[in-house]
Every structure is written in structure tokens, then in C-alpha cells.
């Protein structure tokens, strides 16, 4: 099969929908990654997305809906709050953990009572699933365990020749995958930080816990969360000091692992990439513009592979807002491999 990369006009957002339609799997494009979307009341093109994926099956999907009103049809005892919070947010980065009708599919959650559910904030998305007239279960488009994709390219270069159709619809803007808000219960729990922060949660609800920066051996609830995630081939070294001692160390070691002939790339925000002497430096946006760190970081990351870069140095970023979440990847992707300076 040939996978080709199309932009979205009407007729290719048509053709994505026949496609799903037809039980078949196509590569969409999110406001936060791209996303590898299926019919969600279908169980054999749920189970082509484990497949292209190499996704665990215990690993369950978030379903993407064109209307606010259709969480009615797939989720219950939907609370007052949880109505606010989609009121706010959506659509938008937030994906919703809500006890399961039974139309949902166990292939999706992986047999658990609770499906997720977000609506998108992206046009092509909408577009596509209120022209297919079902929901779309889309996980990340990119093969387990690598960065999630935030451009067309991105998912060719995971999924060609497993998937037909691509839409095209550029950069994605936020960078980082939706936080996930588990309100099935009667405590709220943050499964996975994004851009859609506590802060912002805590205006309309109390939020219990947030599994923030679990350590490898703490038991995630996201069952996603427990798996190695985001890792390009490189080794990642994530430096945790003032920065000044930080640079310093950076160059030290740089000019050490170069000494030895192996391939280094340091990542750093624009007003420190001249401060690093030696390897290929990676800019990732601005220090205090958290957001365009979020956007870049995924690129980055899969951008180290392309140059074969073999082990990556890279600062602590800085960790508010979405900087949270940003984190939150950059320590999956470095195995937690943090050096205090
Ligand atoms: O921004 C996003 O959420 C993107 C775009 C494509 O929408 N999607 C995405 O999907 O990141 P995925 O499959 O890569 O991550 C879904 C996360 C996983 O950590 C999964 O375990 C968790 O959501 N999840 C899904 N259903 C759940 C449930 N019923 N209970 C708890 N966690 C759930
Ligand atoms: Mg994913």
C-alpha cells in the first residue's frame, strides 16, 4: 500500500471519511499531534490501529467527537462540573475519562468501564468526523513508543505503507497530546498534564491528584503512561542546575563524547545556542515562550534521529503552564536521566 500525503480539501476530507467508513484507518491532523483516527463503533478498524501502531491492546483510545452534545450518546453520569469544564474547553486539548455507554466498543478501552472522549480544536478534524458521521478513535499517529507526530511528514516516516491516506494539515499547533482529566469518579485526577493545566482545571473543580512526573516504578492510571514513550535513538541527558553551571557542564561534556567520536546535539532555547561550543545544537524556541518549546520539542526529538545524533544534552526547561507537559515528555523520552550540576 502507498501512503500518500494530501492537503484536506473537501473532497480529500471526503475521501478520508469513505475510507473510515469502510472500516479503513487514515492519519488526521489535531490541534495537539496528528492522530490515527478509525471508526470507533467499528471493532475491526479499532483493532487495525493496534495493529499499525504496534500498540498494546490493553492500551486504550481516546474517541474524537464533532459535537459537544455526542458525549451524551457515548458516555454517562456526566456531571454538572464535567458539563462546565467541556463548556470551557472545548474544543480543545482536553480529553475527558467518563464511565462507558455500552455502544463503546472494549476493543477502545482496552476492556476498562471508562471511555476518554475529547473534541478537537482543529477544522480539518471536525470536518472529517461530521462528514463520516461517527466518532473517530484516534491515538497519536506514530509507531509505540516513538514522538508523537506534529507534521505530515512525521507519520510517513512511522506508518508508510501501513496506512493509505495522510490529510495534511500542516504543523500542529499545540505540540503536546491533550491532558487527560479522569471525572468518571468522584475525585478528579489529572492522567496526563498538556496544555490545559490544574490552574485551569481548579477554576471550575477541585482536582485530587496529578500524576505529574511519576517515577518509572509508580503504577500510572493512564494505562498509556506506563510504557516507554517518545524515545528517539539518542540517548537524552536532561541537566537540572543554575543555568550558567548547566552551559558550562554541557560544553565539558560535549567536547568529551565528540573527543571520542560519538555524535552529540545539544538542545537548547535561542538566547543560550550560542553559549554551546561544540555538536549540533538544536533550538527549541525561546525560554519564557512555553508554548513554542511545547510545539517544537516532538520535532526535535525525531529531528535527532534523522542526524543520527547518539546521545542529546538538553537543559530542564522551564516547567510552567504547558512547560509542564513539555517536561513531563522530555523526562519519558530521557528515561528520567537527569544530571544535577
Ligand atoms: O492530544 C491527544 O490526546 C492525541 C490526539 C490525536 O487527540 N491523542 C493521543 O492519544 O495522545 P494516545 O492514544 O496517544 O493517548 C491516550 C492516552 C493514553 O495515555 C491512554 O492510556 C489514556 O489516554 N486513556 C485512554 N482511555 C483511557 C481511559 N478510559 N482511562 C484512563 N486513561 C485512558
Ligand atoms: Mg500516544
Redesign the pocket.
Known amino acids: 500500500m502507498d501512503t500518500i500525503i494530501v492537503k484536506p480539501t473537501q473532497n480529500e476530507i471526503k475521501r478520508a471519511a469513505n475510507i473510515i467508513l469502510q472500516s479503513g484507518i487514515v492519519a488526521i491532523p ?1 490541534e ?4 490515527l483516527g478509525a471508526n470507533a463503533l467499528d471493532k475491526s478498524a479499532v483493532e487495525k490501529i493496534f495493529l499499525a501502531k504496534g500498540r498494546p491492546m490493553d ?4 474517541i ?1 467527537i464533532g459535537r459537544k452534545n455526542d458525549i451524551y450518546k457515548y458516555a454517562k453520569n456526566i456531571s454538572s462540573t464535567t458539563e462546565k469544564l467541556i463548556d470551557e474547553f472545548w474544543p480543545g ?1 482536553l ?1 475527558v ?1 467518563l464511565q ?1 455507554k455500552s455502544i463503546i466498543p472494549d476493543e477502545i ?2 476492556g ?1 468501564s ?3 472522549i ?1 473534541m ?1 480544536a482543529n477544522e480539518v478534524a471536525l470536518a472529517l468526523i461530521r462528514q463520516a458521521g461517527v466518532p473517530i478513535a ?4 506514530n509507531v509505540s513508543g516513538k514522538p ?1 507526530p506534529t507534521k505530515a511528514c512525521h507519520v510517513k516516516d512511522d506508518l508508510n505503507g501501513k496506512i493509505s491516506l495522510i490529510l495534511d494539515g500542516g504543523s500542529c499547533e499545540v505540540g503536546v ?2 491532558t ?1 482529566v ?1 471525572v468518571s469518579g468522584e475525585k478528579v485526577a489529572i ?2 498534564p ?1 496544555k490545559i493545566t490544574k490552574e485551569m482545571i481548579e477554576r471550575f473543580v477541585k482536582v485530587d491528584s496529578v500524576m505529574e512526573n511519576a517515577s518509572k516504578s509508580e503504577v500510572p ?5 506506563k510504557y516507554a514513550h517518545y524515545s528517539p535513538k539518542a540517548k537524552i541527558t536532561i541537566y537540572d542546575g543554575k543555568r550558567e553551571d548547566v552551559l558550562k557542564q554541557i560544553n565539558t561534556d560535549v567536547h568529551n563524547y565528540s573527543f571520542k567520536g560519538i555524535k552529540v546535539g545539544v538542545i537548547i532555547e535561542s538566547e543560550y545556542k550560542s553559549s554551546i561550543v561544540y555538536g549540533n545544537v538544536y533550538d527549541i524556541g525561546c525560554y519564557d515562550d512555553e508554548h513554542a518549546v511545547a510545539k517544537n520539542l516532538f520535532s526535535i526529538l525525531r529531528q535527532l534521529d534523522d542526524d543520527d545524533i547518539e546521545v542529546a544534552f538538553i537543559p530542564m526547561l522551564k516547567s510552567e503552564h504547558i512547560g509542564k507537559a513539555t517536561m513531563n515528555r522530555l523526562l519519558k523520552a530521557a528515561a528520567y536521566n537527569l544530571k544535577t550540576v
Open positions: 489535531t495537539t499531534v496528528y492522530g492500551n486504550p483510545l481516546i474524537h486539548p480529553t475519562v462507558k478501552t482496552g476498562l471508562t471511555v476518554a475529547r478537537p484516534a491515538p497519536s499517529a508523537s497530546e491533550s487527560v479522569d492522567l496526563r498538556g492510571k493512564a494505562p498509556g503512561m
